[in-house]
């Protein structure tokens, strides 16, 4: 058998193929987004002041709800054909899928951030007045929280009949504390205050939410 | 009483129970090795089921599988070939693609493995249409070199005939009969019987979820109803 990390590798590969030939996830992301600082714009007319304080709500929320559409496709591409099974009876590690699962949703979502970030920027006339890398780590903690439960939820989900219904209904109450930690934190940096206590707690939610996530997929993917 | 040692599947009081259903109700069997056997029954009799439960995919709610002598499916799932009624293959990605991808699961770097049993289903290697493209019994075929990619000691088949046309349900059945002939174990759970007569070792005919008989013919056993009644 290959090592962990070998399949690991392979199935993430294998995801972005697929994801680059679809585009299923990573289309609807966009145009979800999009929407969103679209509506918002014309919704509110915010001063540089107050988009400080509104933005890292705004930003998150709007990503929170995207990624939720990528979760969804990753295992729904698994369903089909029942493919998962084909994994279930091999020698591979259950949490090879899970790691390389979360791995591609966080590229995915990702990708999204990066692209759309500048439009926020654009749009709510945001300037930070304290430290700007601060906010690449904020981003990089709360997209790993964001798409380590989401990904671990989908899997949950996967076999209830309203799958689409029930990852948020899962997923929201447990990000709560992530989402305050990553609103905050993006707050506090947009307008020059300290966010160090809530980079700390975002880091801990993603070393505690990882570990157990972990332990209990093998779980969760033999579940009837 | 069984022998566990002696055979290379055993199933001992074997129930599965969907919440009330119970679709396997004591199941006892024991299988040796390097034969052929067709599991044959009406729909709903528990061979699906069955197939599964031996490949890991359900657990028991009561009873015991060992295979090749262990109870714990990971133990041996390298020596097993599993393929069921869907393809268990991604449509967006070639036969070869997708082979490469199943073979890595099993430590399988050679692409020349992959070629080798895409070859023996009788299809081509540099096809590099998408298997979603494939026509239901390429698919089939292609489902089914997945299956023998490992190069298992067991292989579970579900339905491996179906919508595949005569000239080439005969030439998978053709292959099975060589691969049983190197002294692997076949299970092939389908409604087509009559490809399998003079492949197939024994008939084994389910019903209700239990085995109601075993026979060396294609004949249905005496002691068996006749569900449709």
């Keep these: 058998m290959s090592p962990p990390t070998g399949i690991t590798r392979v199935t993430l590969l294998k995801d972005l193929r697929l994801e680059w030939r679809s585009k299923d996830a990573i289309n609807s992301m966009l145009f979800f987004s999009l929407l969103v600082v679209v509506v918002f714009s014309f919704s509110f007319d915010p001063s540089a002041e107050e988009s400080r304080q509104i933005a890292g709500g705004l930003v998150w929320v709007a990503f929170l709800f995207a990624a939720v559409v990528a979760l969804n496709q990753t295992w729904a591409r698994e369903l089909r054909n029942q493919v998962l099974d084909a994994y279930r009876v091999s020698p591979a590690p259950p949490n090879s899928l899970f790691i390389a699962k979360t791995l591609g949703n966080f590229i995915f979502v990702s990708v999204l951030e990066t692209l759309m970030t500048p439009l926020f920027i654009v ?102 | 009483m069984i022998d566990t040692k002696t055979s290379t599947i055993s199933v001992t009081n074997l129930i599965k129970q969907f919440g009330r259903f119970a679709a396997l109700r004591g199941v006892t069997a024991e299988f040796s090795g390097g034969k052929l056997y067709a599991i044959l029954g009406d729909n709903g009799a528990g061979k699906t089921t069955l197939l599964r439960t031996l490949a890991g995919l359900n657990q028991p709610s009561s009873g015991e599988v060992s295979i090749l002598g262990s109870s714990k499916f990971h133990d041996i799932c390298q020596q097993v070939g599993y393929m069921a009624h869907p393809s268990l293959l991604y449509d967006e990605m070639s036969g070869m693609e997708n082979l490469e991808y199943f073979a890595r699961l099993y430590g399988i770097a050679s692409r020349t493995r992959c070629e080798e049993v895409i070859r023996a ?78 492949a197939a070792d024994e008939f084994v005919w389910m019903e209700f979820g239990k085995i109601v008989g075993r026979t060396r013919e294609l004949k249905r056993p005496e002691t068996a109803g006749d569900s449709t009644k």
Aim: proline share 4%.
């Design chain 1, 123 to 224: 749009f709510y006339r945001l300037r930070a007045l304290g430290p700007a890398w601060q906010l690449l780590l904020v981003a990089v903690l709360g997209t790993w929280a964001l798409v380590i439960n989401g990904t671990f939820f989908a899997a949950m989900s996967l076999r209830t009949r309203s799958r689409e219904i029930m990852l948020p209904l899962l997923l929201f109450p447990i990000s709560i504390p992530a989402l305050l930690a990553m609103v905050q934190a993006t707050t506090a940096i947009l307008n020059g205050e300290g966010a160090r206590f809530w980079i700390v707690l975002l880091a801990t939610y993603d070393l505690v939410f990882t570990t157990v996530c972990l332990l209990l997929f093998e779980t969760v993917l033999n579940a009837e």
């Design chain 2, 121 to 198: 289903v009788g299809l081509d290697p540099d096809l590099i249409r998408p298997v979603g493209q494939y026509s239901q019994g390429m698919r089939q075929r292609m489902s089914l070199a997945r299956a023998l990619l490992n190069d298992p000691k067991i292989l579970l088949l579900d339905e491996p005939f179906s919508n595949v046309d005569l000239h080439s349900a005969t030439g998978m059945v053709q292959l099975l009969a060589r691969t049983r002939d190197e002294g692997k174990t076949i299970f092939i759970v389908t409604h087509q019987a009559s490809l399998l007569e003079g």
